[in-house]
């Protein structure tokens, strides 16, 4: 039978990059967003590759919409070998203590308990199969602390124990759970944001070994890698791609 994965935020970044490399492995494809206008058109993307593809609309902060999408899936393409468990927001970048509750909250709510959410209802199904494989999109700020992203960090940092945690309990089951922790990638929106403000991308930029932001393709390459049997034997780790940023602070 077809391979199928669920993708959270595929409606953009690094979901639709994602989306796009794994059609091209042959894999059917969940395209799971709030954002149903940017949903859809990774659903046409990925369709003109020659892969299944459908569009289901959820935030992942809600519970029962997640398990919505979860069943969805089920139903319409048998299984889920793949999920990557990615859709996230960044908050205002404000100090912590200017950050209003109801940001945190929803920081908390999206990147979070999302993950945990799409965790919980997705392993319940590949444990069901035999297994499957997990990539959690963490960030930088999931491995080193920051200033100006207090609540976004703890919420990476978060996903990096759920990823250590989950392996801990079932990888004697056939899961394999992982976690990539991209530095700044240029996704459209940080392009949109660094065109209007050049000086922030060269402060950015100036603190990377290798002098540029990633690209969303370069972190699809790797979320494919960890997916897929390529990776059989690697499993609760967290991967770093950032031009050598993290390691050299
Ligand atoms: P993006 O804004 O381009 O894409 C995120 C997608 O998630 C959007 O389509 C959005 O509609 C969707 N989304 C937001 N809230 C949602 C919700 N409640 N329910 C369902 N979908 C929702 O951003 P991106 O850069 O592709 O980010 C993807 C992930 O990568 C995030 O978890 C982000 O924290 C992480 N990340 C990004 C970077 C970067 O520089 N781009 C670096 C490190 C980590």
Redesign the pocket.
Known sequence: MDKAAII????????QAAAIRLAKEGVNISV????EQ??KETVDMVKELGVDSIFIK????KPEEVKNYVDKTVEHFGTIDYFFN?????GSGKFFLDTAIEEINSIVG??LM?ALYGVHYVAEVMLKNGGGSIVN?????GVIGQDSVVT?AAT?HGIVGLTKSMVAEYAKDGLRVNTI?????E????KEFYEANPKMKENATSGIPQKR??T?EEVAELVTFLLTSKAQYINGEVIRIDGGFTNTK
């Open positions: 959270t935020g595929a409606g953009s970044g690094l979901g799971v967003d709030v954002n940017g949903g959820a935030d992942v902060s990615n859709a996230g927001i960044s999206i990147n999302g999109t963490a960030s930088s700020a976004y990476k922790a991209p530095g700044p990638t996704t459209p929106m940080v932001l990633g969303p």
